[in-house]
């Protein structure tokens, strides 16, 4: 079975440009997460889709964060204009729902902003 | 917000000790995971716990959880260099929902 897809794996863009990052869960999974880990940190959660619908979006920087999930499949993250302290990696997971089950991780897009 | 509290935040041990970190909060949690990441990869769940002092084992790594559901420990015996990594709790609260919150981590090194 594959595992949760993202792409790209890495990216370098200088403070106030945008970038997008994409992610492609396991089939069948409905449910998605978006996480930032910035170096020498745990996962924070940016965003949560059940299905295409948004479960919780507290932590997501609304001004310069957006995310969607159309057709509750793949979703994309996109951040514009990029600070230098968006620096991380963002981690993508899904699940089979929202109770006690395993989060599966890809392997996350590493950004630098320059 | 910060709801888990992780110790310590790194660990350097030789080969064949035994080691316990701890994850604490003054949330009680409807359940708790325990994930390890190694770098470059993305976390790997290791454990779900669920009921107030659930004790599971998994080959040479113990977890409990504490009876009021708060805190949470694991405890890995006769540590091997492939336990290096970052070890992660994770918890849901019992009030607010869904969603998956991390502590900081504690990094493991262990050395031949």
């Known amino acids: 079975e594959a595992g949760v897809a993202q792409s790209p794996r890495y990216k370098i863009i200088e403070k106030r440009q945008s970038v997008a990052f994409w992610c492609n869960p396991i089939s069948g999974h409905a449910t998605l997460y978006w996480y930032q880990q910035i170096l020498g940190q745990g996962p924070k959660l940016l965003i949560q889709?059940?299905?295409?619908?948004?479960?919780?979006d507290s932590q997501l920087p609304k001004d310069r964060f957006s995310a969607e999930r159309l057709k509750g499949v793949d979703s994309t993250l996109k951040i514009q204009p990029a600070k230098l302290e968006d620096s991380a990696v963002y981690l993508c997971?899904?699940?089979?729902?929202?109770?006690?089950?395993?989060?599966?991780f890809g392997e996350g897009s590493r950004l630098t902003v320059l | 917000t910060q709801l888990l509290e992780q110790s310590p935040q790194f660990l350097s041990i030789q080969e064949g000790e035994n080691l316990t970190v701890y994850c604490n909060s003054s949330s009680v949690f409807s359940s708790l995971q325990w994930y390890r990441q190694e770098p470059g990869e993305g976390p790997v769940l290791l454990v779900t716990?669920?009921?107030?002092?659930e004790v599971k084992k998994l080959k040479r790594l113990t977890f409990q959880f504490g009876d009021a559901r708060k805190d949470s420990s694991l405890h890995i015996t006769a540590a091997q260099p492939g336990d290096t990594g970052l070890y992660l709790c994770?918890?849901?609260?019992?009030?607010?929902?869904?969603?998956?919150?991390f502590g900081k981590g504690t990094s493991l090194l262990v050395t031949p």
């Open positions: 889709f059940q299905n295409n619908g948004v479960v919780d």
């Open positions: 994770a918890a849901r609260r019992l009030i607010s929902g869904y969603a998956l919150n």
């Open positions: 997971a899904s699940s089979t729902g929202t109770g006690t089950g395993e989060l599966f």
């Open positions: 716990v669920v009921t107030g002092g």
